[in-house]
């Protein structure tokens, strides 16, 4: 983007520069004859102008095709793509962070993040089942580069697998990668290395991720969290139904070296060298939020992202095909469920950082850089009416700087003090609020909501909205929002200016290597049909439980998700069924 400004603005200078040449070569049919030397000096000057004339032309013209002219796309050779995906952040969140970043390194009203500087377009993000996408269906959209139903992995309103851009990169001889805060298991990561009916089948991502289904191993690199998808339920820190041992199934069966802790990637990081496949899962469920996280304890974002762009280079370094990495800032939608402004700017900037790092090295190689969102998280506004009487224009940066942790850590901080009252209502305000939130004059109408919520999941709400007040910003849903996001991306990436529909990213991911996904799905669904133990009436028994089962499933279960119900993806967008008027109270609608 830089580079445009400077190519038109000589394309300019060079045209200004063509017409005072032609006024100059003008002034030739004016010369007299009187004088033979005088005539040829004319002359002379004539041709240079001549020259000089056909010569500023030229430039001209080649400057103006070098903007106007499309490049060779897909470009030829050896090229590489990384992905990178802002889960949940809208555009409001590029100005929350912005404004945080300002205010707190004390910069300029005009300075902006480098995800600021590399603008392309918006997407549209609706899914197949629904207006408000979900991380699935929105993933699937860049996976398969086709629209389905919210919770769909990789999988397609048909209930058939679609063949990813991942899957299609390895067939054809890339690398390929996987670098997350949150589990790898999670909907994004999922929807480009697995098949499954529902987002909820976790375990037999899992199991597909290290090799366990019809493509065989096609992840050669996984950095992330939800290391307790890959354990035997019979061990500490596992969150699996069943007692298979991934870890130890990836190693002896799939050839995955395995790294489980910071101790081990800092090795990886500091021999800037490791074996693939890798397989590095460095927290239990989610890497915790930035603004908690302890160096010593977990690798950044842009750590692992870093570390992966190094070993898929080095591993590829002979090949005459490049890579295929995505790289996701998984945990921005966490702090937008949670309505946490504090935990999502710092979460943008470490998104920011990696993005910056990923930029320098593809501005440097055969490579393209696009990033985008797959929703947008919360309907955060920089904004919010807190009284009846005509609102403030402003918000307040400062409230957000002087916390020191997210909601959700101080709430589970809460949730394990047992003290009695009068202490729990001291402990509350010195320990939780002054020292982890920086709020200092919390009523004490306040301090009874949080006692209120200690027993439900709701108390990191009540800590959330307590900042975002103070700091005059709002949130419309602790869920999904469907406003178009914004599309980044380097040079090579022209295609996505303007406003795309979510699949054409994906598209883009797949054209820009040469990919067809068609053959890939073909595959799937010839290799991937056959009888299991599972569910013989299901056309695709290896993708797990059916639709159909997951959702009788889910109504025994005491957190039912009622958008089970009808988003489904068969049907089309569900219509208003007085829905204001249910859900007024009991369960706390807590998301993830
Ligand atoms: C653990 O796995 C075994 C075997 O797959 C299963 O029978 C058992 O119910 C599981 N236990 C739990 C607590 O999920
Ligand atoms: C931030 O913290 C400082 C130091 O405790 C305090 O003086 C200031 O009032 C706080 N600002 C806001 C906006 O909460
Ligand atoms: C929370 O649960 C504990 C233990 O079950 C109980 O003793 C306490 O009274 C509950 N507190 C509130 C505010 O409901
Ligand atoms: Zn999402």
């Known amino acids: 983007m830089a580079d445009r400004k400077p190519l038109l603005s000589s394309d300019y200078d060079v045209k200004a520069d063509a017409e005072d040449a032609q006024l100059l070569s003008g002034a030739r049919a004016k010369t007299t004859r009187k004088h033979r030397t005088d005539h040829w000096i004319k002359l002379g000057l004539g041709v240079w102008a001549a020259l000089g004339t056909i010569a500023m032309v030229a430039v001209a013209i080649l400057c103006t095709n070098q903007v106007k002219k499309p490049d060779v796309f897909p ?26 970043m300002q205010h707190t390194k004390n910069l300029d009203w005009d300075s902006t993040l480098t995800l600021d500087d590399n603008l392309l377009g918006t997407s549209r993000t609706r899914s197949s089942s629904s207006l408000v996408t979900d991380s699935a269906a929105g993933a699937t959209a860049f996976g398969c580069a086709l629209k389905s139903y919210n919770g769909a992995i990789a999988v397609l309103p048909d209930g058939s697998p679609c063949g990813t851009v991942l899957e299609a990169a390895k067939l054809a001889g890339y690398a390929t990668g996987l670098v997350v805060t949150t589990r790898m298991t999670d909907a994004t990561p999922a929807c ?60 002896k069966k799939y050839g995955f070296s395995y790294v489980g802790d910071r101790s081990g990637f800092d090795k990886i990081k500091k021999e800037g060298k490791a074996t693939l496949p890798l397989l590095g ?85 055969d490579a393209v850089l696009v990033s985008t969102s797959d929703h947008e998280t919360g309907g955060l506004a920089a904004a919010r009416q807190l009284h009846p009487t005509y609102p ?23 949730a394990q003090y047992q003290g009695d009252y009068d202490d729990e209502r001291k402990f509350i305000t010195d320990e939780v609020l002054a020292k982890g939130l920086g709020i200092q004059d919390a009523s004490d109408h306040e301090i ?12 990191s709400y009540v800590f959330a909205d307590m900042i975002s007040r103070r700091a005059q910003i709002g949130w419309s849903t602790h869920g999904h929002s469907a406003v178009d996001v914004n599309i980044y991306g380097s040079k090579g990436a022209e295609r996505l200016r303007g406003n795309h529909e979510n699949t054409d990213v994906g598209q883009f991911l797949a054209d820009y290597l040469g990919l067809d996904l068609k053959p890939v799905s073909d595959r799937l669904k010839h290799e991937g ?64």
């Not at 403030?392 to 957000?400: G, H």
């Not at 889910?554 to 958008?563: I, M, N």
Request: glycine share 10%; net charge negative; proline share 4%.
């Open 529 to 592: 049909v056959g009888p299991t133990e599972l569910s013989g009436a299901e056309p695709y028994p290896w993708m797990g439980r059916g639709l159909e089962e997951l959702r009788k499933l889910a109504e025994l279960e005491e957190d039912y998700d009622p958008t089970l119900h009808h988003h489904t993806g068969l049907e089309h967008i569900d219509t208003y069924h007085g829905d204001f008027r249910k859900r007024s109270g009991g369960a706390c609608g807590c998301g993830l």
């Open 281 to 365: 899962l460095f927290a239990e469920k989610d890497i915790p939020f930035e603004i908690d996280r302890k160096d010593k304890d977990y690798p950044s974002l842009v750590e692992m992202a870093e570390v992966a762009l190094n070993l898929l280079e080095e591993q590829t370094k002979d090949s005459d095909k490049g890579f295929f990495l995505m790289v996701e800032g998984s945990r921005i939608d966490h702090a937008g469920h949670g309505n946490d402004p504090a935990a999502q700017v710092r979460e943008v900037l470490g998104y920011d950082k990696t993005f910056k790092k990923m930029l320098e090295w593809v501005e440097k190689h």
């Open 75 to 100: 470009p030829k050779g050896k090229r590489s793509v990384i992905f990178m995906v802002s889960d949940g952040m809208g555009p409001t969140s590029l100005e929350l962070t912005r404004a945080y």
């Open 392 to 414: 403030e224009y402003l918000w307040y940066p400062q409230v957000l700087a002087n916390a020191s942790h997210s909601s959700e850590y101080v709430a589970r901080q809460y």
């Open 448 to 459: 009874s909501e949080i006692i209120k919520s200690k027993n439900n999941t709701g108390s």
């Open 192 to 251: 480009f290395s697995a098949h499954v009916n529902l987002r909820s089948e976790e375990d037999r991502i899992a199991e597909q991720q290290i090799g366990d289904y019809p493509l065989g191993r096609v992840v050669d690199l996984m950095l992330g969290g939800g290391r307790c998808h890959f354990l035997p339920n019979n061990t500490d820190g596992s969150c699996r139904a069943d007692n298979r041992d991934l870890v130890s199934e990836a190693q």
